[in-house]
């Protein structure tokens, strides 16, 4: 028997058809940047380039390599997620357990929305006029501060997300129970939540290991590995700018090797985020 095409199945064939065809150049788009920075940088990464700080010259084809980036990137991102979580989780928490569907909840989430959408240059903007006006220097905890602004954003709102995705029905029966709203929070809201909670934090670590604009500013440049959070610091991104503009052949291929070893931490970064997410799925109930 023919099969009979109407309307409803040409409309959907055509959406499928769209869908995979954007899928697919999704798929295409990350396969070629990988593949560039791969061929690329691969020939110029070598084990002198990840465990030494630059020497003299380096900027200009000499010996040395980035671990001061490395490390540097490492310190502004963790730091800046440390102190984003602890002042992201309470937000989260105020918003889901004691604000509730308020108008104050609404204002808020609003707020986190426009603060996610304002560039990371403006943070990095915004982060130097205050060490202007304080007498600041570039350094590693300005840069951190700045980070954690740029952070908390993105772990509120996605915490946020992952909190109102739990049953309601939980934390009633918890309160039934005679909990209060703090307890029933963390036994309840927190574990079922885990897994997106987790998530929420390493998705703003990787943002903050790869952003350069905010730290342009605030966190400075330096071959040296910071000892201090007044000691200026070096970042990954801004390593690869600067080896990329350079005219030295030798200088750019350092450049695209650092943006491979800066590709390979976020990949990383993304797969633990998805290994602890389903380890820690197990005991969530859907």
């Not at 909840?105 to 240059?121: C, N, Q």
């Amino acid at each position: 028997m023919k099969k009979r095409w109407t309307l409803a199945h040409l409309e959907d064939r055509a959406m499928r058809t769209i869908m995979q065809l954007a899928s697919l150049v999704l798929v295409g788009v990350l396969a070629a940047i990988l593949v560039t920075i791969f061929i690329r940088g691969l020939p110029f990464l070598d084990l002198d380039l990840i465990t030494k700080t630059p020497q003299g010259g380096f900027f200009l084809g000499g010996e040395g390599g980035i671990l001061n980036a490395i490390v540097g990137s490492l310190l502004l991102a963790g730091g800046g997620t440390l102190l984003a979580l602890f002042i992201s989780l309470p937000i989260a928490f105020g918003i889901n357990v004691y604000t509730g569907a308020s108008r104050l909840a609404s204002l808020l989430r609003m707020a986190l929305d426009v603060l996610w959408g304002i560039p990371s240059l403006v943070y990095g903007a915004f982060g130097f006029t205050i060490m202007i006006a304080f007498g600041m220097r570039a350094s590693l905890g300005a840069g951190i501060l700045v980070l954690t602004l740029l952070q908390i954003p993105i772990m509120v709102r996605s915490m946020d997300e992952v909190m109102r995705m739990v049953p309601s029905e939980l934390s009633q029966a918890a309160y039934s129970l005679g909990a209060t709203r703090l307890e029933a929070a963390w036994s309840v809201l927190v574990r079922q939540a885990l897994p997106g909670l987790v998530t929420a934090v390493l998705l703003a670590f990787g943002r903050g290991i790869g952003d350069a604009a905010s730290v342009l500013f605030t966190a400075g440049f330096s071959d040296r590995i910071p000892t201090s959070l007044a000691s200026p610091s070096a970042s990954l991104p801004l390593a690869v700018f600067f080896q990329l503009g350079s005219p030295f052949p030798e200088v750019r291929g350092n450049g695209y090797a650092t943006a491979l070893v800066l590709t390979v931490l976020i990949l990383f970064i993304s797969m633990l985020s998805r290994f602890l997410a389903r380890r820690l799925s197990r005991n969530v109930i859907r």
